[in-house]
Every structure is written in structure tokens, then in C-alpha cells.
């Protein structure tokens, strides 16, 4: 199952992250996912369960950041959304090879058990753009 050692290396990361931070339990994981990246939620949930059981995330939340695709044209300068991963611009109808985002699959953030402050080195600079919908605490 592809999901379960996608989880496998997000816990390993994440158990790296908190030793970092004291070594506290981690209560909440969150992963940011693009539309594009190929997991399905479900089966992320059902390996996150498995891949944390006997460590110091077991009985964590699992929360998704869902992340749309985006695409970038090059004539109208201009991002645009990529519904099912098509970047075809909807201004000029042009076909971009450039995709802002959409494949991310990686550790937003962690919450910790004690008191730790918050790391923004866990943020990938790439996708470090304003987005209303983000849920950064
Ligand atoms: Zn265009």
C-alpha cells in the first residue's frame, strides 16, 4: 500500500520534529495535500493509525490540509486553478507547463502535548503564498 509508507516517512519526520521540540508527546499531525498528489485520504487515515501505534504520536489527529492545484500562465502573467490537474488557461486557452501547486504532500505542522513554540521551518518556502483557506493556527 502506497499510502502506508508515504505515512511511514511522515511519522518518521514528524517523531524527528518533536525530539526537536523536548521530545513531548504529539497530540496533532497535520499534512498538506495537493489535489494532484496521487493519496487517498481514506487510505492516509487508515495508515496513519497503523504507522503511529507504539509511538509517542499514537492517538494523534490526523488533520489534511487540502491544497488546490494551481497553474501559472506565461502570455496573461496570471495564476489560474487546475480543475483535475488540466492547466489549460482559462483567459487565453493556452496549455502551461507550469504548476504553482497541487503535488504537495508534506508536514504542515505538528501539535505537541507541552507547550513548544511553533516551528515555521516545517513550512515549504514554495508554498509560502497567501491562501485564504489555509489553516494555520
Ligand atoms: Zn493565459
Known amino acids: ?4 509508507s508515504i505515512m ?3 511519522r518518521d519526520q514528524a517523531l524527528e520534529q ?6 513531548g508527546r504529539i497530540t496533532a499531525i497535520t499534512l498538506r495535500i495537493g489535489s494532484l498528489a496521487g493519496v487517498e485520504p481514506e ?4 495508515a496513519f493509525d497503523v504507522v503511529m501505534a507504539g ?4 492517538g494523534a489527529r490526523l488533520v489534511i490540509e487540502a491544497v488546490a492545484a494551481e ?6 502573467q496570471a495564476p489560474f486553478p487546475a480543475q483535475d490537474g488540466v492547466c489549460e488557461c482559462p483567459r487565453c486557452g493556452a496549455i ?3 504548476l504553482l501547486r497541487g503535488r504537495e504532500l508534506q508536514l504542515a505542522s505538528l501539535e505537541l502535548a507541552d507547550p513548544a513554540p511553533a516551528d515555521p521551518t516545517f ?3 514554495a508554498s509560502a503564498d497567501p491562501d485564504p483557506r489555509r489553516q494555520d493556527r
Do not use: I, K, N, Y
Not at 518533536?18 to 521530545?23: D, L, T
Not at 509511538?55 to 499514537?58: E, F, S, Y
Open 55 to 58: 509511538t509517542t504520536a499514537a
Open 43 to 46: 487510505a492516509l487515515t487508515m
Open 18 to 23: 518533536a525530539e526537536r521540540h523536548g521530545g
Open 123 to 125: 513550512a515549504d518556502p
Open 8 to 10: 511511514e516517512a511522515v
Open 96 to 98: 502551461s507547463r507550469q
Open 1 to 4: 500500500m502506497h499510502e502506508l
Open 71 to 76: 497553474c501559472f500562465c506565461a502570455g496573461c
